[in-house]
């Protein structure tokens, strides 16, 4: 089992930035395969923001924050980072952490745990 708490969330003004965290306690990245970040937006689906694969180190982002958001993890303490720039109102949302133990087959869909997620709001 894994468990995931998302930190780092709040309120920031619009362009401003935040940096999320995820930590991970339990089997931790024993058989993990991947980890990302998803948002979802009140009203709207949870959907896909960035994600991390370890065996080959890809990083795969929504067109939407390529070029803004980067995902990253600090080896030493088990952590996922997901570091947003240039934040957008349209960007406030509950992000949360997932993690991944099966055979992978797609950034989009399959993850096997999640966290409780992060509230961050992009003021105008």
């Known amino acids: 089992q894994v468990q995931l708490a998302e930190s780092g969330g709040g309120v920031v003004q619009v362009g401003g930035s935040l940096k999320l965290s995820c930590a991970a306690s339990g089997d931790t990245f024993e058989k993990s395969v991947a980890m990302a970040w998803f948002r979802q937006a009140p009203g709207k689906e949870r959907e896909f923001v960035a994600g991390i694969r370890w065996h080959d180190g890809a990083r795969y982002y929504a067109d939407s924050v390529k070029g803004r958001f980067t995902i990253s993890r600090d080896y030493a303490k088990d952590l996922l980072y997901l570091e947003m720039n240039s934040l957008r109102p349209e960007e406030t949302a509950v992000y949360y952490c997932?993690?991944?133990?099966?055979?992978?087959?797609?950034?989009?869909?399959?993850?096997?745990?999640w966290g409780r997620g992060t509230q961050v709001t992009v003021s105008s």
């Open positions: 997932a993690d991944r133990e099966r055979i992978w087959d797609s950034w989009y869909s399959n993850w096997d745990y």
